[in-house]
């Protein structure tokens, strides 16, 4: 396992080591003492599993009360992964860090609480990710920012996107400064 440090504080990319040959692979996403080792949450309280057609992008989504970390990663197909600085004492606030994660590249991204996520597919088939989150869903303490907010301005890598009703009604970057919650 190779842990990374992105160019925007606190998030990480893990590579795993993935053992294949003519069969198939094999690879370990998660032990609990080599993420406690490296300074990795190593405490998750809910795994989620999500399924998206091509074309689908999804986001950007936070989760303040109580905070929600996420570590992400393709099982099937292939994605851009997006992570939003949103933590208004930072260094890096508003500014967003991409990654492509695929079924086949061994990589992990961790996304500390205080950033918002997104992710559109790419390719021509549907892309299963899994999510490891360090506490359980709270609809109540979730939020959001549009996906095209031009102030972040995320280069999403398609065009013509399909996307949700709700995630195109979410509030601009500039509403979400007026009343930011204090990430600690």
């Not at 309280?45 to 989760?63: C, E, K, M, T, V």
């Not at 851009?80 to 930072?90: K, L, N, T, Y």
């Not at 280069?155 to 013509?160: A, G, R, V």
Request: net charge neutral; glycine share 12%; proline share 7%.
């Amino acid at each position: 396992m190779k842990i990374s440090d992105c160019e925007l504080e606190g998030l990480k990319i893990i590579e795993l080591d993935v053992h294949g040959d003519a069969r198939g692979f094999f690879v370990e996403r998660f032990h609990v003492k080599r993420f406690a080792e490296a300074g990795l949450p190593h405490i998750f309280l809910q795994d989620n599993h999500s399924r998206s057609a091509p074309g689908i992008l999804r986001g950007i989504h936070y989760q303040y009360a109580p905070p929600q970390g996420k570590l992400v990663g393709v099982i099937r197909g292939k994605v851009w992964d997006v992570a939003v600085d949103i933590r208004p004492q930072s260094k890096t606030f508003g500014k967003y860090y991409g990654i492509e994660l695929t079924g086949e590249n061994g990589k992990l991204f961790w996304i500390p609480p205080g950033f918002a996520h997104g992710f559109c597919v790419l390719g021509d088939e549907p892309a299963d990710m899994l999510y490891k989150v360090t506490s359980v869903y709270n609809a109540v303490g979730e939020g959001g920012i549009k996906y095209d907010d031009p102030e972040i301005g995320i280069k999403w890598p398609i065009t013509n996107p399909t996307i949700s009703e709700r995630d195109k009604a979410q509030q601009s970057f500039a509403e979400y400064k007026k009343s930011a919650p204090n990430w600690g």
